[in-house]
T-cell receptor, first 114, second 116 residues
């Protein structure tokens, strides 16, 4: 049972435009969500996170939106830059005994074209 | 460099051999995690330590896998009698506390294992 899903394996965007990466989850116990960026042959790098008590968190060009009723979150990158080209993973965790682990989606490969 | 450090970065081994990976977490972090990532998939949780205590193990961690964190600092992940299905990137991560606002899990660059 895949509890975190990223249904788009890839996304191509023109430089300067908005990139929107989506993530759906099924476990209603999840209360903290993170986005990681990963380049080939490197480990994931933390990008931005959001707690379930919020519906939006912004950090520079990156904004994460959380829709708890739909169990959906999205990452917006504005404006997109070629250096943003990477695989993006969303991850979720729950604030209970199992909260020590992150459950990841399968990733979305973003390609930003110059 | 004060990030999470993993060694070796790459390992090619013959099926049936044992391999060991080492992880040095961020120094003030008392929590250490091991994840595994295969091509086209997201990282999957393997096990977690708080200080030297191993508190959680995934069902993915078969009896051929053993992880230790003897002094609550660095950790080792050993795979015995490797199989081709063990080929993956093994990621170590650390955090100061339970993941929440302000307490993020930071990953190392990973150790690639190829079993031939």
């Amino acid at each position: 049972d895949q509890q975190v899903k990223q249904n788009s394996p890839s996304l191509s965007v023109q430089e300067g435009r908005i990139s929107i990466l989506n993530c759906d989850y099924t476990n209603s116990m999840f209360d903290y969500f993170l986005w990681y960026k990963k380049y080939p042959a490197e480990g994931p790098t933390f990008l931005i996170s959001i707690s379930s008590i919020k519906d939006k968190n912004e950090d520079g060009r990156f904004t994460v939106f959380l829709n708890k009723s739909a169990k959906h979150l999205s990452l917006h990158i504005v404006p997109s830059q070629p250096g943003d080209s990477a695989v993006y993973f969303c991850a979720a965790t729950a604030n209970n005994n199992a909260g020590n682990m992150l459950t990841f989606g399968g990733g979305t490969r973003l390609m930003v074209k110059p | 460099d004060t990030g999470v450090s993993q060694d070796p970065r790459h390992k090619i081994t013959k099926r049936g051999q044992n391999v060991t990976f080492r992880c040095d977490p961020i120094s003030e972090h008392n929590r250490l995690y091991w994840y595994r990532q295969t091509l086209g998939q997201g990282p999957e949780f393997l096990t977690y330590f708080q200080n030297e205590a191993q508190l959680e193990k995934s069902r993915l961690l078969s009896d051929r896998f053993s992880a230790e964190r003897p002094k609550g600092s660095f950790s080792t992940l050993e795979i015995q009698r490797t199989e081709q299905g063990d080929s993956a990137m093994y990621l170590c991560a650390s955090s100061f506390a339970q993941p929440s606002s302000g307490n993020t899990i930071y990953f190392g660059e990973g150790s690639w294992l190829t079993v031939v």
